[in-house]
Nanobody
């Protein structure tokens, strides 16, 4: 089993910044990539960004240039630095981890419980 624990969500004003963290534990040998999805109530969960343990990254067009994903392999932790936040970035952000090949068909195997990010003045 893999456990993913997110932290760092909260309320931020438009134009502000926030950093999310996700720490993996358990059977982490099955993981070669980690990433973030987000979901607005009533909408489909969408990929925000992902990073392989080799450092290859992938971003949704809507966040390119504003969000940066990074990882600390020694700590089995992935970060999402979010800048120039917009109200439309408001969502529950979920950490996702597993085999990067699974992203091609949707998402990887393991999920965190999610952390709420609210962008509002």
């Amino acid at each position: 089993q893999v456990q993913l624990v997110e932290s760092g969500g909260g309320l931020v004003q438009p134009g502000g910044s926030l950093r999310l963290s996700c720490a993996a534990s358990g059977s982490i040998q099955s993981i070669n990539a980690m990433g973030w999805f987000r979901q607005v109530l009533g909408n489909k969960r969408e990929l925000v960004a992902a990073i392989t343990y080799g450092g290859t990254t992938n971003y949704a067009d809507s966040v390119k240039g504003r969000f940066t994903i990074s990882r600390d392999n020694a700590k089995n932790t992935v970060y999402l630095q979010m800048s120039s936040l917009k109200p439309e970035d408001t969502a529950v952000y979920y950490c996702n981890a597993g085999d990067v090949l699974d992203l091609a068909v949707g998402s990887m195997a393991h999920w965190g419980k999610g952390t709420l990010v609210t962008v509002s003045s």
